[in-house]
C-alpha cells in the first residue's frame, strides 16, 4: 500500500514537492471570522478582509451535486458553505443545483453571452476557462491565491490557466475505467482482463450467460463516450485526439475510426444494455449496483457510491477496477489512462469588483482547497486530490480495497490523456456528443461516415480559430 500511494504521488501529482507545515489548513478548520481576520493568523496567509457593512446580502453557488450518488460531495459543500457566512458577515448563500450537463453546455454558456453568471458556479477547465476568461467574464484568482499562500499546492492548473493568469480551480482529480462485479467473476473463475482478447471472450461469455456485459445510459452523449474515448485512444494513440484542432491527425484517419468500428462491434453484438439511447446517467449506475449489468466503464468518482450508506452498498468489497487492456496494433502507451482536473470552480469577474463579495470569494477558496476537504473528498467521495497532499497522509487515509485498487491501476499506466471534450472545440464536442454517438449506437451511421462528418466540423471549427 504504501508503495502505492508513493507511486501515486509521483504518476499523478505531477510535483514532487509535498505540503509544508499545513498551516493555512489549521485556520481552515476553524469556524469563526476570527480566524480569517486576526493578526495572529497572519503567518496561515489567510487574508480575508473585513467587508465595511453586515448588511445582507446573498450570492449564489452554481453547484452540479445533484442526485442521491452526489450527496456526499454535496454535503461538503454545505460544510464549506456554513464556513463561509459564519467568516463573512450578512453573507447569505443561494445553492443552485444543475445537472452537469446542463450546467455547462445550456445555462452557463448562456449567462456567459448575457454576462450574468452566478458569483461562483461549476466550472469545466480546459477549453471553457480559457475561452470565458479571454472575454473577461472570469475573476483572475491569481493575486488570491498567492494572498491566500496555495498558488503552489495544486498538482496542475493547466486546465484553468489562461496567458499565465489563474481562472478557476480544479476541485479534484479522476481517472477513468471498468468497475467489474468481483463476485461474478470468482463464480466464473476468472481475474481482470491483462488482453484485450480476454476482454471481449468475457463480454461474450457474459452475453451468453444471460446476463448484460456492460452498463449502457447514452441519452446523454458524454457517458457512452466515455469508453469510445478511450477505444480510438487505444488504436490512434493516446495523443490523437490533442492532434485534431492542429490539423495533425483527422477524425477520420484510419486508426481512429478503428475505435468507433470497436464501439459498433460491441452495440451490434449486445454487450450493452437494450434501450441504452433513453437511460440517463443514474440508470447506467443502477445496472450496474443491482448486478443486471457485469461491468461498467465510469470515472473513479464512482466509487463513492460503493460505501455504507450509497446505492451501491450492498457490493461493497465486491468490485474491481481495471484499465483497458492494450489493443493489438494500438500506437503509442497501450498502458495510458484518461485522467483529468477539468472539474472545478470559477467566479465572475463581477465579484472582484464589489468588496464583500470579493471577500466571500476568498473565504470560499480557503474553506474549500484545504487539505482537509481534499482527503474528504477522497474518502467520502472518491474524488482523488487536486493539492498535493503529503504521502505519510495519504497512506493513512486510503484504507478502502477498491480505491486501493483504482491507485493501484492508476500507478500502472505510464502516461495520461485528457477527454475530448478538454482538447477539441465546443462545436465538435456537440457534434460527436449530441448527434453522432447516438446515431452509431441507433445504427443511422457507420464508423467511417461517423469520422468523415466529424472532420468536416472539426475543419470548419480550425478555420475559424485562424
Not at 434 to 441: C, E, R
Amino acid at each position: 500500500m504504501k508503495k502505492s500511494v508513493t507511486l501515486l504521488l509521483s504518476l499523478l501529482f505531477v510535483s514532487s514537492a509535498v505540503m509544508a507545515g499545513c498551516g493555512n489548513n489549521n485556520s481552515a478548520n476553524n469556524n469563526g471570522g476570527a480566524a480569517a481576520t486576526s493578526t495572529a493568523d497572519a503567518t496561515n496567509a489567510v487574508a480575508t478582509e473585513e467587508p465595511a457593512s453586515s448588511e445582507p446580502f446573498e450570492m449564489t453557488i452554481r453547484h452540479t451535486q445533484v442526485g442521491a450518488d452526489k450527496q456526499k460531495r454535496l454535503a461538503i459543500l454545505e460544510d464549506v458553505v456554513g464556513k463561509v457566512q459564519a467568516e463573512v458577515p450578512g453573507l447569505t448563500f443561494k445553492l443552485d443545483g444543475v445537472d452537469s450537463d446542463v450546467n455547462r453546455k445550456e445555462k452557463l454558456r448562456g449567462e456567459m453571452a448575457a454576462g450574468n453568471p452566478p458569483e461562483i458556479f461549476d466550472l469545466f477547465g480546459s477549453p471553457d476557462s480559457k475561452i470565458y476568461a479571454k472575454e473577461g467574464k472570469l475573476l483572475d484568482l491569481t493575486p488570491i491565491l498567492e494572498e491566500l499562500g496555495i498558488k503552489d499546492k495544486f498538482s496542475n492548473l493547466d486546465p484553468f490557466t489562461y496567458e499565465g493568469k489563474i481562472y478557476g480551480l480544479p476541485i479534484g482529480g479522476s481517472g477513468e475505467g471498468f468497475f467489474y462485479n468481483k463476485e461474478y467473476y470468482t463464480s466464473k473463475g476468472w481475474k481482470a482482463p491483462t488482453t484485450f482478447a480476454e476482454l471481449e471472450q468475457q463480454l461474450a461469455d457474459i452475453k451468453a450467460d444471460g446476463k448484460v456485459p456492460l452498463a449502457g445510459a447514452s441519452k446523454a452523449g458524454w457517458v457512452p463516450l466515455m469508453l469510445a474515448n478511450h477505444l480510438w485512444s487505444r488504436y490512434a494513440g493516446p495523443d490523437v485526439t490533442a492532434k485534431f484542432a492542429t490539423g495533425e491527425a483527422k477524425w477520420s484517419d484510419p486508426n481512429v475510426v478503428k475505435g468507433f468500428a470497436k464501439y459498433k462491434e460491441w452495440e451490434d453484438k449486445g454487450y450493452f444494455k437494450k434501450g441504452e439511447l433513453g437511460f440517463e446517467y443514474a440508470e447506467y449506475t443502477t445496472q450496474f449496483t443491482s448486478g443486471e449489468a457485469i461491468l461498467m466503464y465510469d470515472g473513479t468518482w464512482k466509487s463513492s457510491v460503493f460505501k455504507t450508506g450509497q446505492s451501491g452498498e450492498g457490493l461493497i468489497g465486491k468490485v474491481g477496477f481495471f484499465n483497458i487492456p492494450p489493443v493489438d496494433g494500438g500506437v503509442g502507451d497501450q498502458t495510458a489512462l484518461m485522467r483529468d482536473v477539468n472539474n472545478g470552480y470559477g467566479f465572475s469577474a463581477a465579484a472582484g469588483k464589489d468588496e464583500r463579495q470579493l471577500a466571500a470569494v476568498k473565504s470560499f477558496i480557503k474553506n474549500m482547497y484545504n487539505e482537509e476537504m481534499q482527503l474528504r473528498g477522497l474518502v467520502e467521495d472518491g474524488v482523488l486530490p487536486a493539492m498535493k497532499i503529503d504521502q505519510a497522509v495519504l497512506n493513512k487515509n486510503i484504507t478502502d480495497d477498491l480505491m486501493s485498487e483504482i491507485v493501484a491501476v492508476l500507478n500502472n499506466s505510464e502516461s495520461s490523456f485528457p477527454a475530448f471534450d478538454s482538447l477539441v472545440q465546443a462545436d465538435v464536442t456537440t457534434e460527436i456528443s449530441n448527434i453522432q454517438i447516438q446515431k452509431l449506437i441507433g445504427g443511422q451511421t457507420t464508423p467511417e461516415k461517423m469520422g468523415d462528418a466529424l472532420q468536416k466540423v472539426q475543419e470548419e471549427a480550425n478555420a475559424a480559430v485562424e
